[in-house]
Structures are given as structure tokens and as C-alpha cells.
């Protein structure tokens, strides 16, 4: 079985950024260079006025499987994977059950077999039922194919716990993914706590209450030595704290989601549910530093948080409303939107889509290095598109990015050499 | 003349005109009030639902008198928030009153924004009588109504809200219509109510009452939510009332002809001294009556003023 993916801009960050061929030989890379020979009824894709791209690794998606199929399953999240781009993507824990043990484990590994899309490769929760008390077996989510552990929604509010995960942690060399929250700052909350939500008297949740547990977690990170991984990044203290570890050492890495360097808590006015998420929309300072944080590298890593919900779910009073927006179908657009700004160059966008995830949790994923799985994307750096909810592969349409012009669209994405998209 | 939109939502969006026209028209409205026989045949054949999520006696009654000095057939649908939280979404309590072909919609909900919610999605005319901490700008109406009343202009008149501005729909709808219509806006309370970046809603903030008092020409005390002591706001009851009660020797820091406004009820000997609340400078109960002659006035104007 052989693909060649002929007349391409290959950009693989760091190995390789102009026109090449790629020779793909039984679900692996054989061979990237210029003019490079088809071999005898290969497949030839024309790749020409494209971009050829290592398939992007989101690092939080939510794919509601088991418990939430009404949201999303692992088939229709991989379909909405492949659609964006995305080749591999790691599911967050919070299912029902959580996934806290071996058997959780496989059945989402099973399911994402048969979908047969996308890599999925799942987060097993820190704790027990993600319930912030007991360690969860980090041994047995390892061997069953956990690639970091996580209770993200549910913060882990004792420092004690945080503390025993990371040391505990390190001996499966596991990252220990944290959403930083102070659920006693944050409580009753549902957007950014500041000028528009004292207009609107909505509850707010101050930056504070990340900016508390980012400052816990390194110091524990410092402490334990420990691999820890921040979960969307938000405000500009949580940037400010990071960038200082880095610079002492600490082992720590970041990632930020587009509507964090892209919206405003401007966009939750008229009480849009779909601007309703967990970091929320914060203050234009906080977006300006995030942005400043991608720059520097303070941020390895866009990430999506896919998190869909049901259309009634979402039409309802805002207080009421979940927490989250869909991201997967909309992330290569909106990512490339700090490339026209200017913030990052198109090689750092796609670095921050494919290397800097896959090392962040140790995958062997996101290069077009030769013998890699073959897990490429190519897209049309010039096709203008309108977002559509209607259009999306994935069973949520929660977005606020509704009738946003975008310009770069995925036209075709491959998983281990077959093409699963279109 | 009518207000040229369907809802009344809120007072943030209302211009300066819009305002003064329910002013206006709510004063040949008061004079019905008056009447031996206080109905007019306005708002015959229409129907007015009340629809309450919260407790509320005096707003619901007032809407009520409002609509049925107009002739409009009134519903009162009261709803506990528990009911709802257990089943029937908002949405689909309100497709089945739009199913029953109401014309107007009163609603009072303890979530900001569920009227912004019902009035994208039903054609009847929705008006906010008051959704969490967001607007009760009917209530910011009739105070208007009432100031002007006593205090004949708005301009440089020096105006201090007294008490939980960080959870009040009142003291919103008053911040936006005051400070639109040329008054001197102050608010007071402990550090703990008072919302991030108040003061770029155009008011100046002080925590102390006598110093915040001095000079002014109208209090307007909020309620205490007595729910929120404890750690949440403020240490106990008795600190609070001590250091935010508007007593009588208080009510001397202001100017002379002093006004005392309160959305009600009140708590008596909390926020406000029995003395004050019953004393000249009180308007409280002018308030209640304006209060039907302004909600007649936009059930009216949002009925298209035929």
C-alpha cells in the first residue's frame, strides 16, 4: 500500500518547510523530499497550491462516551476530528463512568478501533470517580493505554492529593493535566468576573481563582519534580507565572484554546450560552497576554477543549446553561488567525498543532519524520469559508464563532497512510 | 406615540427619549388611578400572563392592577424555581403560554437575562419585571417617576444608593436610568458589594454611609438579602446595621429637603430605621402608587399606544 502526496508545501516544523513530496509507505512515512518516484500503483494525491502538514494532536476533547452519547460519541468526535484536521486527540476523563480504570479504558480504545478515524488516545481521571480524594491506579490506566491523567472539570482542590499525583505520577512518567480553578473563588460563577458582568449582573469568576492554582501547582511542581501539564490557559497572571517557572526550570507545560486569543467576555452580552465556557471569555489584557504567552513559547500548545453539548442544553437561562463550546472543526482556521496577526509564523501555528501536544504527552505523533505513523493533514491555505454549526461532523453546534469568515480550510486528512477525510 | 420595540428588557438600551416618554405618559395614566371608577377600555381584548419564578407581591400586584385598569385579561402563572430545575425547561413553558396566544408576557425570574432569552423566541411583547441581578427596569421607572414628582429635574440632582449593588437589579436599572437622565450617582456599601469596575458604570463609590450621605438630595436604600451573611457579604446582621442603617441622624448628612426612596419590602431596623421609613422625607408608598401608573404606561406603549 502506497500513497505519494506529489507538489505539496510540506511544513514540518523544525525538519522541513517547502515544496516536497510525501511517500507514504505502509502507514508510514518512506520518503519526503522533491520529485520523488510513484511507485507502482500507488495512490497519488496532488497536493499542489496545498499545504502538507503532520495531522494535528489536540490534547482535550470531550467525547461524552460512555454516558453522554446524547452529546457526542467517539465515532462522531473522531469524524469531527478527522474534518478539522486533527489525527489524534486525547479524551478528558469526565464521562459517566469516569474513566478511572482499566475497563473505561478499553472501552473507549474499542469504540475509537471501530469508529476507525482518528487516534484516540484517553486521560484517565487523577482520582476516584474524579471525586478529588483517592489516586486513581495510574498503573493500570497506563498499561491500558492512558497517555496522562486529569480530573479536569473537577479541579483537584487538595493540595495534599495534587501533591501525592505528581510525585506518584512519575513513576509511569505521566503528565498530571490540571484545570486550575478554586472552586470556593469560582463558585455560583459563569463568566469572567469584570466590567461586563457587572453591567449584566451576571456571577462572575474572577481571574484569581486560576491564577491561585496555577501558583499551587508549580510550587507543587517544583516540589515533587513532577510532570505537569495546565489546562487552558486564560488569564494573564496564569502567563506571567508560567513563563517565570520556565525560566527557574520547572517541569511545565501550557496550552491555550482559540476563543482564549480570540474573544472577549465582550462576546457573552446578550446572554450568548455559546460564549459560555469554563475558563471563561476574560478581559482584552488577559487575550493580549495569551497571545504574548504563544509567542514566547511560555504556551507550547493550542488545544481545543471540545466540549459539546445538546442544542436544548445550551437554549436556556445563561446561569443554567454548560459550561463549553465545540472547537475541532473551527481550531485550523482560528489558529491561523494569529499567522495573519502576525503573533506566530505559520511554522510555529502548525508546531503548536502537532510537535509541541505530541511531546507535551510523550506521543509519537505530530512529525513527518521518516518512519513515522503516516498522519497528515492537507489544507488549502487560501479557501475562504464561513463557519456553519450545521455543517459540523460532531453532534454539537455550541460555538461562537457562528458566521465567522475564516481563511484556510483542512481539504483532506490521512491516519496511518488511508485517507479518512473526505 | 409607542415605544418603537417589542420588549421592555432593560434599562441599559433605552434612550433618553424613550424614557421620558413613558414618563409622560404614565402621568395621564395616574390620573385614571384617581377615578371613581379607575378602568379604561386601552388594552381590551388583550391579554397580560404574569409569569413569576420568584416570590413577588408587590411587583405581581402592581402589574396586575396595571393591566386590568387597561381591561386586559390578566393570568398570574407563579412557578417555583424548584419545579423547574426538576423539569420544564424556561423555553417550553413559555412556547405553551405563546401557545395560549398572550399578548404580553410579565416576567420575573431569578436567572439575568431569561427575559433576553424569551423575547428572541416569542412574538408576545416580554416585559422584565426583574431577572436576577441584571435590570427591574420598571421599578427604575417609577422611581424616575417619583423624582420628578418631587424634584421636578433630573439634572445635578446628587443621588446615593445605599447597600448590595453587586447583587441588585435595582440599583442597576437606577444606575443606568439615573446617570443617563443627568443625575450625580453615588453608591455605598461595604467593599464586599460593590461590583469589579463599578465605577465604569459612571457612579462614585464610597464605603463609608455619613460620608457617602453628605449633601445629597435623594437616599435610595436597597434591601438586605439577610440570606447573605455568614462569609458570603458581610459578618452578621448587627455589624451591618450599625455601619449601613439610614437612621434618622443619618438622614440629617443629607441636604435638608432630603428624599428616602426603598424598592421594598424593607427590613425594618436593618437597613432603614422604622422612624425613617415612616418620617416626611419617606416616599415609599409614592413609589408603590406610580408604580401602577408607570407599568400601565409601558403595557401601553409597548401595545403600540392605538
Not at chain 1, 521518516?370 to 461532523?393: H, L, M, N, R, S
Not at chain 2, 443627568?182 to 463599578?198: K, N, S
Amino acid at each position: 500500500m502506497s500513497v505519494i502526496i506529489k507538489n505539496g508545501r510540506v511544513i514540518d516544523p523544525g525538519r522541513i518547510n517547502g515544496l516536497a513530496d510525501v511517500l507514504i509507505e505502509n502507514g508510514t512515512i518512506a520518503a519526503v523530499g522533491s520529485g520523488l518516484k510513484a511507485p507502482a500503483g500507488a495512490t497519488v494525491i496532488d497536493a499542489t497550491g496545498k499545504w502538507v502538514l503532520p495531522g494535528f494532536v489536540d490534547l482535550h476533547v470531550h467525547f461524552r462516551e460512555p454516558g453522554f452519547e446524547y452529546k457526542e460519541t467517539i465515532a462522531t468526535g473522531a469524524a469531527a476530528a478527522v474534518a478539522g484536521g486533527f489525527t489524534s486527540v486525547c479524551c478528558m476523563p469526565n464521562t459517566q463512568p469516569v474513566n478511572d480504570n482499566q475497563s473505561v479504558t478499553e472501552f473507549i480504545l474499542d469504540k475509537a478501533k471501530a469508529a476507525g478515524l482518528a487516534n484516540v488516545f484517553p486521560i484517565g481521571a487523577i482520582t476516584k470517580g474524579s471525586e478529588g480524594k483517592e489516586l486513581a491506579e495510574f498503573g493500570d490506566l497506563r498499561a491500558a493505554g492512558c497517555v496522562a491523567v486529569s480530573d479536569d472539570g473537577k479541579p483537584v482542590m487538595n493540595g495534599m492529593v495534587m501533591r501525592r499525583a505528581l510525585e506518584y505520577a512519575r513513576a509511569f512518567d505521566l503528565p498530571v493535566v490540571d484545570h486550575c480553578e478554586c472552586t470556593h473563588l469560582s463558585e455560583g460563577g459563569c463568566m469572567h468576573e469584570g466590567q461586563v458582568a457587572t453591567e449584566m449582573g451576571l456571577h462572575g469568576i474572577p481571574s484569581a481563582s486560576e491564577d491561585v492554582m496555577v501558583a499551587r501547582n508549580l510550587a507543587l511542581a517544583e516540589l515533587t519534580g513532577g510532570r505537569l501539564h495546565l489546562a487552558h490557559l486564560s488569564t494573564a497572571g496564569s502567563v506571567r507565572m508560567v513563563r517565570e517557572a520556565k525560566a527557574r526550570g520547572i517541569r511545565v507545560t501550557a496550552e491555550a484554546c482559540p476563543h482564549h486569543f480570540l474573544l472577549t467576555e465582550e462576546a457573552v452580552r446578550e446572554f450568548n450560552t455559546n460564549a459560555k465556557m469554563n475558563p471563561p471569555l476574560r478581559s482584552r489584557k488577559d487575550v493580549e497576554a495569551v497571545k504574548a504567552g504563544l509567542k514566547d513559547g511560555t504556551i507550547d500548545v493550542i488545544a481545543t477543549d471540545h466540549a459539546p453539548h445538546a442544542a436544548f442544553e445550551k437554549e436556556r437561562e445563561f446561569d443554567y446553561a454548560p459550561f463549553g463550546i465545540v472547537g475541532l472543526e473551527t481550531a485550523w482556521g482560528l489558529a491561523l488567525v494569529l499567522a495573519e496577526e502576525g503573533v506566530l509564523t505559520v511554522e510555529q501555528v502548525v508546531s503548536a498543532l502537532t510537535i509541541q501536544p505530541a511531546r507535551a504527552f510523550g506521543l509519537a505523533k505530530g512529525t513527518l519524520a521518516v518512519g513515522a505513523d503516516a498522519d497528515v493533514t492537507i489544507v488549502d491555505p487560501e479557501a475562504q469559508w464561513v463557519v456553519d454549526p450545521e455543517q459540523f461532523k460532531s453532534k454539537g453546534r455550541n460555538t461562537p464563532f457562528a458566521g465567522w469568515k475564516l481563511k484556510g480550510r483542512v481539504v483532506s486528512t490521512l491516519v496511518g497512510g488511508r485517507v479518512v477525510y473526505p | 406615540m409607542s415605544l418603537k420595540r417589542k420588549d421592555l428588557l432593560g434599562i441599559q438600551d433605552l434612550s433618553v427619549e424613550e424614557i421620558n416618554l413613558v414618563l409622560a405618559t404614565a402621568e395621564s395614566f395616574k390620573e385614571v388611578s384617581g377615578r371613581d371608577i379607575k378602568k379604561v377600555p386601552t388594552l381590551r381584548g388583550k391579554t397580560v400572563v404574569n409569569l413569576f419564578f420568584e416570590p413577588s407581591t408587590r411587583t405581581r400586584t402592581s402589574f396586575e392592577l396595571a393591566a386590568k385598569r387597561l381591561s386586559a385579561d390578566v393570568i398570574n402563572f407563579a412557578v417555583s424555581a424548584s419545579s423547574v430545575s426538576k423539569g420544564e425547561t424556561l423555553l417550553d413553558t413559555a412556547r405553551n403560554i405563546e401557545a395560549m396566544q398572550a399578548d404580553f408576557i410579565v416576567l420575573r425570574h431569578p436567572m439575568a437575562g431569561s427575559p433576553n432569552i424569551l423575547a428572541k423566541l416569542l412574538r408576545a411583547s416580554v416585559v422584565n419585571a426583574g431577572d436576577g441581578g441584571h435590570e427591574h427596569p420598571t421599578q427604575a421607572l417609577l422611581d424616575l417617576y417619583t423624582l420628578r414628582e418631587k424634584k421636578r429635574e433630573f439634572k445635578g440632582l446628587r443621588l446615593a444608593i445605599v447597600g448590595d449593588i453587586a447583587h441588585s437589579r435595582v440599583a442597576r436599572s437606577n444606575i443606568y436610568a439615573l446617570t443617563k437622565m443627568g443625575a450625580e450617582v453615588r453608591v455605598i456599601g461595604p467593599p464586599t458589594m460593590m461590583p469589579l469596575e463599578v465605577e465604569r458604570l459612571g457612579v462614585k463609590v464610597f464605603y463609608d454611609l455619613d460620608e457617602g450621605l453628605r449633601g445629597v438630595d435623594v437616599i435610595m436604600m436597597l434591601r438586605l438579602q439577610l440570606e447573605r451573611q455568614g462569609i458570603a457579604l458581610f459578618p452578621s446582621i448587627r455589624e451591618y446595621s450599625k455601619l449601613y442603617c439610614l437612621t434618622p441622624e443619618r438622614v440629617k448628612l443629607a441636604a435638608p429637603d432630603a428624599l428616602v426612596m426603598h424598592p421594598g419590602p424593607i427590613n425594618r431596623g436593618v437597613e432603614i430605621a422604622p422612624e425613617v421609613a415612616d418620617s416626611v422625607s419617606s416616599v415609599i408608598l409614592d413609589q408603590v402608587t406610580n408604580g401602577v401608573a408607570v407599568r400601565m404606561a409601558v403595557l401601553y406603549l409597548l401595545s403600540g399606544g392605538k
